[in-house]
């Protein structure tokens, strides 16, 4: 690291003001902040002084998606041979899982840092770190079968209006992956929905080519099932071969879904990364899991339906509930920062999720419109708990 740092700091004078290379000064900044923890303090004004930096932050909650994002893999690929009826053995699983999900990795940093790095030279300002988790989030929320260049419109999209218009990282109002998958869902809804676009059937590189579909696929997401369901009380949920699902299995996640929602086991090893770090806030997050738990609960007492009959725990465990409410509603730049307002913030959200879910049969997913909806008004949360606090001082300086 010594060598490596003796020659960052040769080269590092052609690229400030006045360098043969001053244009790409951002880009060098942005490498060198990555590689190794800046050496510069702030010279006035109000600053945390600490030894970790936003990069750092970034790079842990990426850490935490880690387990999510391996099983992915293993899980496109395992739905694959699952539906085509080939031989499962676990190096094909793997291979075919990761021609599939990587594209969509590089698609997304490709554009997404791309678009940060032509505005940080247009504005002459540092390369901002925010994108280091969004740029991981996006593949893991979208189906298996997304087209990489409606993911490469939508990644543009959201960067650009969802987070570049309103000044960078730390800035925008709404949760930059979400809006690639609202983007996604709203522009191209065949590719959001419906029973081709979540398992590859197709040969990818020449990986997992099978001439022949078994009878019985359908896939369809468990979720999605219950949304259509019709004349029941309590529909069997079914994987794509048509095999019932029981909740131990929507516990492990071996079943249809976007690339890095279906296994609660890696979202769960994630929870525990990022609160043990201090990262995310176990209010904002226990307070999403309780708020969709006792609606899901009261909707069970009224029961006319049968995705209002499904159980509060299958509501947890399938489709993003799960995923949104660790890695997503937690966002510390998006949701509520004062401490009782995240135990608002996450209710609600939860409280949500599940309304849109019941009450909408023609969208049974509905975590993305409930978190981007709780982004837009957790200011107002914040102001009232804020004011409320200013009020109570007032009233004790009086007395």
Request: some cysteine.
């Amino acid at each position: 690291m010594k060598a490596l740092r003796n020659f960052l700091d040769k080269v590092k004078p052609s690229f400030e003001e006045g360098g043969k290379l001053a244009m790409f000064r951002s880009v060098f900044e942005g490498f060198e902040s990555f590689l190794f923890v800046p050496d510069t303090t702030a010279k006035r004004g109000a600053h945390i002084h600490d030894c970790i930096d936003s990069k750092r932050v970034m790079s842990m909650v990426v850490i935490a998606l880690m387990p999510a994002l391996l099983f992915g893999i293993y899980n496109v690929g395992y739905q694959h041979f699952l539906v085509t009826g080939q031989e499962m053995e676990i190096g094909s699983i793997v291979a075919y899982g990761l021609a599939c999900v990587l594209p969509k990795i590089v698609v997304s940093y490709v554009v997404g840092l791309g678009i940060e790095f032509i505005v940080a030279q247009w504005k002459k300002e540092e390369i901002q770190e925010g994108f280091l988790v969004s740029g991981l989030l996006i593949p893991l929320i979208v189906p298996a079968n997304c087209p990489l260049w409606m993911l490469a419109v939508a990644t543009a999209f959201a960067v650009i209006f969802a987070k570049e218009v309103f000044g960078g990282t730390g800035m925008n109002i709404f949760n930059v992956a979400l809006i690639t998958r609202v983007f996604l869902f709203f522009a191209y809804p065949t590719a959001m929905s419906g029973e081709s676009v979540w398992i590859g059937t197709e040969g990818i590189f020449g990986i997992g080519g099978a001439s022949n579909v078994i009878d019985s696929f359908t896939g369809a997401t468990p979720l999605g099932q219950v949304g259509v369901a019709q004349g029941v009380v309590t529909p069997i949920i079914t994987n794509a071969v048509g095999t019932e699902i029981s909740t131990l299995d929507m516990f492990i996640g071996l079943i249809p879904g976007s690339i890095g929602e279906t296994s609660k086991i890696a979202i769960l090893i994630g929870a525990v990364i990022l609160l043990f770090t201090g990262i995310a806030s176990w209010k904002t997050m226990i307070s999403v899991f309780v708020g969709g738990a006792l609606t899901a609960l009261l909707f069970n007492q009224i029961g006319t339906t049968p995705i209002m009959n499904l159980p509060w725990y299958d509501h947890i465990l399938l489709g993003g509930f799960s995923f949104g409410a660790v890695f997503m509603a937690t966002d510390p730049v998006t949701s509520a920062r004062t401490e009782c307002g995240k135990y608002v913030f996450g209710f609600l959200i939860g409280m949500f999720a599940i309304i849109i879910r019941v009450l909408n049969p023609g969208y049974p997913e509905g975590m993305m419109l409930s978190i981007l909806l709780m982004n837009l008004f957790a200011p107002l949360i914040d102001y009232f708990f804020v004011q409320a606090n200013i009020n109570r001082r007032l009233k004790r300086v009086k007395k």
